[in-house]
């Protein structure tokens, strides 16, 4: 069984930072493509950035030159770096990850449960 776990989450006034981890525990997987995405109250969940199994990495419009996504595979562990954060940042933010467990042909996806990020004065 694999479970992800986000942490990092706070409150942070503008122009403020935050580092957000997504940890896989478990055993004998592998992982592919991880995204962290955002949602807040009333609106569709949105995709904010992913990184590749090899390290490619894409950003929403909003988040390009203030978010920062990385992976450290040894940890199984993926990072979102947030800087010059604005209060429309505000959201709770989820990890999703594509994993392959060692006994199965075929990757399936994965959420974690989230963590809030409030960005406030």
């Known amino acids: 069984q694999v479970q992800l776990v986000e942490s990092g989450g706070g409150m942070v006034q503008p122009g403020g930072s935050l580092r957000l981890s997504c940890a896989a525990s478990?055993?004998?997987?592998?992982?592919?493509?991880v995204g962290w995405f955002r949602q807040v109250p009333g609106k569709q969940r949105e995709l904010v950035a992913t990184i590749s199994s090899g390290g490619s990495t894409n950003y929403e419009d909003s988040v390009k030159g203030r978010f920062t996504i990385s992976r450290d595979n040894a940890k199984k562990t993926v990072y979102l770096q947030m800087n010059s954060l604005k209060p429309e940042d505000t959201a709770v933010y989820y990890c999703?990850?594509?994993?392959?467990?060692?006994?199965?042909?075929?990757?399936?996806?994965?959420w974690g449960q989230g963590t809030q990020v409030t960005v406030s004065s």
């Open positions: 999703n990850a594509n994993i392959r467990l060692s006994d199965s042909a075929h990757f399936d996806n994965y």
């Open positions: 478990g055993s004998d997987f592998s992982i592919g493509r």
